[in-house]
């Protein structure tokens, strides 16, 4: 399932166009069952790494990923469940307007506002992630775009945008304008293409 298996189509510039490397490929499935499954599985484990990376500031950050039957609809981990403590159990299945379809737990209306806008607007988005880190979050306080002082910043030229207090709003406003920052559906795309996340 990891190898790279020739003749097919390269889907990512990080893909060795060289034969026979090891790189790793999106899997295919017999059912949606099985895909579901993977997914699910693959969001409790990134969740998992943001705890052991400290990703975790608090309770906020939010991870989703599209369900392969139902695309209209994503799994996201629960509000107030720390993401050392997320399980597939307790995974929930939501809709665009916010609305708890199979879960138990409550959704997280911030996490809502940004995912669903990027999910429903940009179909191709298989998955996001979104974290409070302690440095992310100092950086935020500051309520300003990043300084184009380092190539990792420089990914985000012209392209990133400050969201404040008017979260909501703003999500309706910029996707009538069509100015969600593209930096956002690159990241998440490419990100859904290594079989990693």
Not at 17 to 45: C, D, M, N, T
Request: glycine content about 6%; proline content about 5%; some cysteine.
């Amino acid at each position: 399932m990891l190898d790279n298996v020739p003749g097919r189509n390269r889907i990512s510039i990080y893909q060795p166009e060289q034969e026979g490397l090891i790189f790793p490929e999106i899997p295919s499935f017999a059912s949606f069952a099985e895909e579901r499954e993977y997914r699910k599985r693959h969001l409790v484990a990134a969740t998992r790494a943001f705890a052991m990376h400290g990703f975790d500031y608090g309770f906020a950050g939010h991870l989703t990923v599209r369900d392969p039957e139902h695309p209209e609809l994503y799994w996201t981990n629960p509000m107030c469940v720390h993401f050392s403590q997320v399980k597939m159990s307790n995974l929930i299945l939501a809709d665009h307007e916010g609305r708890v379809v199979e879960g138990r737990y409550a959704i997280n209306r911030a996490g809502f506002v940004l995912h669903a806008a990027v999910h429903e607007e940009y179909p191709e988005v298989m998955a996001m992630c979104h974290a409070h880190t302690t440095y992310g979050t100092a950086w935020c306080a500051t309520g300003r775009k990043l300084d184009m002082i380092s190539q990792d910043a420089a990914a985000f030229y012209n392209d990133h945008a400050v969201i404040g207090a008017s979260a909501g709003p703003w999500r309706w406003s910029a996707r009538a304008a069509g100015r969600w920052p593209r930096r956002w559906v690159e990241t998440a795309a490419s990100c859904t293409r290594a079989t990693a996340c």
